[in-house]
């Protein structure tokens, strides 16, 4: 019978089943519906889109009976994309500071990091200082990674405002 299984956006798909006996005919089913023409003993999709998750089943006829083999519930995870990447920023002391990235992706996870290095505890899409000094100065940039892969935004300077604006 067919098993369960996890491709990302791209990936190919295939699932068999086998049976043993007098064997005539085999169908199979995505979420209850038919899939006309797939009729053999695998089920494959070259390049699987979101549109490919579901459940999948078999039956296979027999002589005088059918049986219908366990549901495989295929999960189909999004790449991880950048949607909207960081800008500059030129703020003024003792004001907030947010910087911020739309990733699209399953299962992300964010690492922020400033003049390289990882900052502690800085793990989620946006990254907030609530009084900015000039110790916050540098260059800014978020890792992010989920099922399907891996993304870096740009790098972004955070500049000490006073000298071009009026603070």
Same mark, same amino acid.
Request: charged share 15%.
């Given at each position: 019978f067919p098993s369960h299984d996890s491709k990302c956006e791209g990936e190919s798909l295939t699932l068999n089943v086998s049976a043993q006996g007098a064997i005539q005919s085999y169908q199979w089913y995505k979420d209850g519906s038919?899939?006309?023409?797939?009729? @053999?003993?695998?089920y494959a999709i070259g390049a699987v889109s979101r549109a490919n998750a579901g459940t999948y089943q078999v039956e296979i006829r027999g @002589? %005088?009976? +059918?049986?219908? !083999? !366990?549901?495989?519930?295929?999960?189909? =995870?999004?790449s991880v994309q950048l949607v909207t990447d960081l800008f500059d920023e030129?703020? %003024? !002391?003792?004001?907030?500071?947010t910087l911020w990235v739309d990733v699209q992706g399953s299962g992300l996870r964010y690492q922020?990091?400033?003049?390289?290095?990882?900052? !502690?505890g800085a793990t989620a899409s946006q990254y907030t200082v609530h009084s900015i000094? +000039?110790? =916050?100065a540098g260059v800014y940039q978020v890792e992010v990674s989920g099922h399907c892969g891996n993304v870096t935004s740009s790098t972004r300077y955070f500049r000490d405002g006073t000298n071009e604006r009026s603070c």
């Amino acid at each position: 019978f067919p098993s369960h299984d996890s491709k990302c956006e791209g990936e190919s798909l295939t699932l068999n089943v086998s049976a043993q006996g007098a064997i005539q005919s085999y169908q199979w089913y995505k979420d209850g519906s038919l899939l006309y023409g797939e009729t @053999g003993t695998m089920y494959a999709i070259g390049a699987v889109s979101r549109a490919n998750a579901g459940t999948y089943q078999v039956e296979i006829r027999g @002589g %005088c009976n +059918s049986v219908t !083999s !366990s549901a495989a519930m295929v999960t189909v =995870h999004e790449s991880v994309q950048l949607v909207t990447d960081l800008f500059d920023e030129y703020k %003024c !002391s003792g004001e907030a500071l947010t910087l911020w990235v739309d990733v699209q992706g399953s299962g992300l996870r964010y690492q922020w990091k400033k003049d390289g290095q990882p900052i !502690s505890g800085a793990t989620a899409s946006q990254y907030t200082v609530h009084s900015i000094s +000039s110790s =916050h100065a540098g260059v800014y940039q978020v890792e992010v990674s989920g099922h399907c892969g891996n993304v870096t935004s740009s790098t972004r300077y955070f500049r000490d405002g006073t000298n071009e604006r009026s603070c």
